[in-house]
Structure formats: structure tokens, C-alpha cells
């Protein structure tokens, strides 16, 4: 069965600093992975995605992760945060058939101090 | 941008009463998923369609949910009678029939539920 574990619930940075999101999965086989941001009271909006081709993906707003299989990790990282950062961001897991589940983690919320 | 539309945005509701929700995916997209987020945790896949057809309804609480999509277009989410501990934010997700996107899928703004 496949699972994703992200931890720390809340993050907190400086705005400018480095973000760092950290994210593992579990998987049989090869796995996909994305990362999703979530703003107050709307739906989730894909950031990247892994899908076996670079292992170092780069996203919409600066953000980018790297897949390093030798540690079943795939963390989210920004060099430099800003104030619209403040979200909850989602790591998700599938195998990448048509019909296979995508399981999301339990989310991360991103705080950006001024 | 073509985008997946929900309705109602809010509801509030009663302890026993029924509610509904709708989706329209993006036009052309056969795959249409509705999940459903408890606050502080990630969504969970309650039903998955292709076309008109249910793929997954395995984490549907099939004694008070209920799902269609007649025509393999839009959706309707139902609940009947609400309880207190269906009070989430109900997403609606739809993904392309086949375009090497894999699994990606696009969402909704989601409607949140209250149950008094």
C-alpha cells in the first residue's frame, strides 16, 4: 500500500528565507509524487509533479523538489519565501495507473513571518 | 482558463436533513473524483468516475451517500440525513481521458459543509 508522511504539521519561516516542506512516501512500485498548496477555503492547486522523468522537478511559483529514491523522499523547497506562500501544502502519492488512487498526507501548513 | 465549478460554496444545515452538491468538471474530462477533506487532514478519495461509470466507491458511506453523474458530465453528491461528523469541505477533482498527464487532477473550490 502505498502512503505519504509529512512531517510537521505547522511550519513557520521569515519571509525571504528558505522553504523547506518535507515529505516521505512508502511505494511498491515507482512511484508518482505531487505536491498541491491549498489557500484558505478553496481547492487544491497543483504546484509539481514526479512522474519518473528528472528527479529534480521545478514548479509554478518558485517552488521545486527533488525525488531521491534512497531515502523515499521528495521534499518541497522555495529559496526565498514571500507573504502569498502562507498556505497548506499537500504531498500526494500514486502509481500512476489511470485508475489508481492518489493518497494524499495530512498537510502542512506554511506560516510566513514578516 | 477552463476550471471545475461547485455549488454551493457553503451549506449549512441541520442534523438529519438531506443536501446535495454539484460539480462540472472541465469540459472533455472523463474522469471526475469527489473527496472529501475533514479540517486538518488531506482529502480522501469518497467516489471516482469514468465517463458515466463508478470506478471506486469503496470509502462511500453507501447508507447515507450517494453519487451520480447521468450523463458523465457534471455530478451530484448526496447525503441523507446529514450527521454531525460530515461537516467538511467536499472537493470535486476531474483528469483528462488519456493525455500522459497521469493522475493529475484539477479541483474545484470545494463546498464546505456545516452540520448543526
Known amino acids: 500500500a502505498q502512503s505519504v508522511t509529512q512531517l510537521g504539521s505547522h511550519v513557520s519561516v521569515s519571509e525571504g528565507a528558505l522553504v523547506l516542506l518535507r515529505c516521505n512516501y512508502s511505494?511498491?512500485?515507482?512511484?508518482?509524487l505531487f505536491w498541491y498548496v491549498q489557500y484558505p477555503n478553496q481547492g487544491l492547486q497543483l504546484l509539481l509533479k514526479?512522474?519518473?522523468?528528472?528527479?529534480l522537478v521545478k514548479g509554478i511559483n518558485g517552488f521545486e523538489a527533488e525525488f531521491k529514491k534512497s531515502e523515499t523522499s521528495f521534499h518541497l523547497t522555495k529559496p526565498s519565501a514571500h507573504m502569498s506562500d502562507a498556505a497548506e501544502y499537500f504531498c500526494?502519492?500514486?502509481?500512476?495507473?489511470?485508475?489508481?488512487?492518489?493518497?494524499f498526507g495530512k498537510g502542512t501548513r506554511l506560516h510566513i513571518l514578516p | 482558463e477552463a476550471e471545475v465549478a461547485q455549488s454551493p460554496r457553503y451549506k449549512i444545515t441541520e442534523k438529519s436533513q438531506a443536501v446535495a452538491f454539484w460539480c462540472d468538471p472541465i469540459?472533455?474530462?472523463?474522469?471526475l473524483y469527489w473527496y472529501r477533506q475533514i479540517l486538518g487532514q488531506g482529502p480522501e478519495l469518497l467516489v471516482q468516475?469514468?465517463?458515466?461509470?463508478?470506478?471506486?466507491d469503496s470509502q462511500l458511506p453507501k447508507d447515507r451517500f450517494s453519487a451520480e453523474r447521468l450523463k458523465g458530465v457534471d455530478s451530484t453528491l448526496k447525503i441523507q440525513p446529514a450527521e454531525l461528523g460530515d461537516s467538511a469541505m467536499y472537493l470535486c477533482?476531474?483528469?483528462?481521458?488519456?493525455?500522459?498527464?497521469?493522475?493529475?487532477?484539477?479541483f474545484g473550490p470545494g463546498t464546505r459543509l456545516t452540520v448543526l
Open positions: 468516475f469514468q465517463d458515466e461509470s463508478v470506478v471506486d
Open positions: 500526494a502519492v500514486t502509481q500512476g495507473g489511470r485508475d489508481d488512487k492518489i493518497i
Open positions: 477533482a476531474s483528469s483528462p481521458r488519456d493525455s500522459g498527464l497521469r493522475n493529475e487532477q484539477f
Open positions: 511505494s511498491s512500485v515507482p512511484p508518482y
Open positions: 469540459s472533455g474530462h472523463a474522469t
Open positions: 514526479y512522474t519518473s522523468a528528472a528527479t
